[in-house]
């Protein structure tokens, strides 16, 4: 079965939403930290206080490479991709403190007790143009761990699905 893959365009968009995001979003941590410069930034005599640097922080694999290093050509900002694993490690991380993200994208049932412990900043949500275009249910989903829907919004949504075969099942259960 033949399945599309998002286009560039969407994917660029989507990569762009999740940038604006996270510059209206304050970084996370309690207290603000400098992103240290690129190894590139001296070489090219580019001052490291007027570079646009994105530091994110996903699970591994949601975003393509490619889709970094071309939203990074588009809009002139350097983004810092870092990956995990597990809803465990983000946590340890986070909890840890002064991490320098701006931008982490934790589980909801995770986030309900990193918000707790005050790792986020709150949105401000009058930057957020196109907040009101969220969907309602999805947002009282996650209204479920960040109350108000302060700290978080949300970045996808999925399901698990499970296929069985009945006749099997009949055969092992009586």
């Given at each position: 079965?033949?399945?599309?893959?998002?286009?560039?365009?969407?994917l660029?968009a989507?990569?762009a939403?999740?940038t604006?995001?996270?510059?209206?979003?304050?970084?996370?941590?309690?207290?603000?930290e400098?992103?240290?410069p690129?190894?590139?930034?001296?070489?090219t005599?580019?001052?490291?206080?007027?570079?646009?640097?994105?530091?994110?922080?996903?699970?591994?694999d949601?975003?393509?490479?490619?889709?970094?290093?071309?939203?990074e050509?588009?809009?002139?900002?350097?983004?810092?991709?870092?990956?995990f694993?597990?809803?465990?490690v983000?946590e340890?991380?986070?909890?840890?403190?002064?991490?320098?993200?701006?931008?982490?994208m934790?589980s909801?049932?995770?986030?309900?007790?990193?918000?707790?412990?005050?790792?986020?900043r709150?949105?401000d949500?009058?930057?957020?143009?196109?907040?009101?275009n969220?969907?309602?249910?999805i947002?009282?989903?996650?209204?479920?761990?960040?109350?108000?829907?302060?700290?978080?919004?949300?970045y996808?949504w999925?399901?698990?699905?499970i296929?069985y075969?009945?006749?099997?099942?009949?055969?092992i259960?009586?």
């Amino acid at each position: 079965m033949y399945t599309r893959s998002p286009s560039f365009a969407t994917l660029l968009a989507r990569l762009a939403c999740l940038t604006a995001a996270a510059l209206l979003l304050t970084a996370c941590g309690k207290e603000a930290e400098v992103t240290p410069p690129p190894a590139t930034a001296a070489r090219t005599g580019v001052a490291a206080d007027t570079e646009k640097v994105l530091n994110v922080y996903n699970w591994s694999d949601y975003i393509d490479p490619d889709t970094v290093k071309n939203f990074e050509a588009r809009y002139g900002i350097k983004v810092n991709y870092d990956v995990f694993d597990s809803n465990e490690v983000v946590e340890t991380k986070l909890l840890a403190g002064n991490t320098g993200y701006d931008l982490v994208m934790p589980s909801a049932q995770f986030m309900e007790r990193q918000i707790k412990a005050g790792v986020f900043r709150k949105l401000d949500k009058a930057a957020l143009k196109n907040l009101g275009n969220m969907d309602p249910a999805i947002m009282q989903r996650v209204a479920q761990h960040d109350p108000n829907n302060d700290y978080a919004i949300p970045y996808m949504w999925g399901t698990d699905g499970i296929g069985y075969n009945v006749n099997k099942l009949k055969q092992i259960m009586p």
